[in-house]
C-alpha cells in the first residue's frame, strides 16, 4: 500500500483549509492507496473513519500529531489524546503496552535556518549542523518507533539529514505531506508492507519496520529511500543502546 502518512483536514487541524472529501478525491487523482489523518487536536473514531471512506476505495487512518519535549510526534493507534503523550519517554511507555507506533514528524525541521538553533531535537542535545553521529546518540530517539524522512513541509536539507540519521541508526523510515490544504498532498509518502485494515493494524506494521520513505509521488516521479530497517527493540523505554550499520 501507498499512504501519505501525515495530513491535517479541516475536521481536527484549526490551521488546515483541507476539507476531508476534498482530500479523498485528490488522493484517488494521485493514486494513494490511503492516507493517515494525523490531526492537532481531533480524534477521529473508527465510526467518523468508516462513514467518510464508504464506497470511495481509499483506507483511511485515525491518528494524532502531538506536541512532545523532543518536537512532534505522529501516534498511530491510540484512541485519543492524553496528559502524558506531553513527554516522549511516557508516551514510549503508553505506546509500549497499547501497542501503538511512534514516528517522530520533521525531527530536524529548522536545524538547519540561519540564526540561533530553533530544532528542539538537537537544541536539547547539544547537536550541531552536519553533526550526523552526534545526532543519532540523541537519547530521546530510542522512543520512537520510525522516522519521518520526508516531510512535504520541511526543507530538503533538514529531509536529508532526517535520512541521514536513520540510515546510521537502522531505524525504519516514513515519508508524508503534511499537507494542510490539497498543495503538496503526496509530496511525502509511505510505502507499507502489507494490507493494514485500521490504525492498529497500521501501528504493527511500522512497528515491525515495514514501511520505507517515498518522495514526488504528486508530480508524477515516485522515488524511494531506503534505509536499513526492522532493527528490534525500537521504541522501548527498557530498549539499549542504538545499533549502527556493520
Known amino acids: 500500500m501507498l499512504l501519505d502518512l501525515h495530513v491535517h483536514t479541516t475536521r481536527g487541524s484549526g490551521d488546515s483549509s483541507l476539507r476531508p472529501e476534498e482530500l479523498i ?20 473514531t473508527d465510526a467518523e473513519i468508516d462513514q467518510l471512506a464508504s464506497e470511495t476505495g481509499i483506507r483511511l487512518f485515525r491518528a494524532l500529531e502531538v506536541e512532545t519535549d523532543a518536537g512532534h510526534a505522529l501516534v498511530i493507534g491510540e484512541d485519543g489524546y492524553h496528559s502524558d503523550m506531553r513527554k516522549l519517554p511516557l508516551l514510549g511507555e503508553r505506546a509500549s503496552r497499547s501497542g501503538s507506533a511512534i514516528v517522530l514528524a520533521h525531527p530536524f525541521r529548522h536545524l538547519h535556518a540561519p540564526g540561533p538553533q530553533r530544532c528542539i531535537l538537537t537544541r536539547g542535545a547539544g547537536v550541531e549542523p552536519g553533526d550526523v553521529n552526534g545526532a543519532a546518540e540523541i537519547p530521546m530517539l530510542k522512543h520512537a518507533h520510525a522516522l519521518e524522512v520526508v516531510n512535504g ?22 515519508g508524508g505531506s503534511d499537507a494542510h490544504s490539497l498543495h503538496g498532498l503526496a509530496s511525502g509518502v509511505t510505502q507499507i508492507e502489507g494490507d493494514p485494515r485500521n490504525a492498529a493494524e497500521l501501528a ?30 525500537r521504541g522501548e523505554p527498557s530498549g539499549g543502546e542504538a545499533q549502527t550499520p556493520s
Not at 520505507?212 to 530497517?229: C, I, K, N, P, S
Open 25 to 44: 478525491e485528490e488522493a484517488i487523482r494521485l493514486g494513494l492507496d490511503g492516507v493517515c489523518l494525523t490531526e492537532h487536536t481531533h480524534s477521529w
Open 153 to 174: 513541509a520541511t526543507p530538503e536539507t533538514d529531509n536529508d539529514f532526517a535520512l541521514n540519521v536513520a540510515t546510521v541508526l537502522g531505524v525504519p523510515s516514513t
Open 204 to 233: 504493527e506494521i511500522i512497528r515491525a519496520g515495514g514501511v520505507t520513505a517515498g518522495v514526488d509521488l504528486h508530480v508524477g516521479r515516485l522515488r524511494f529511500l531506503e534505509t536499513r530497517r526492522n532493527v528490534p527493540g
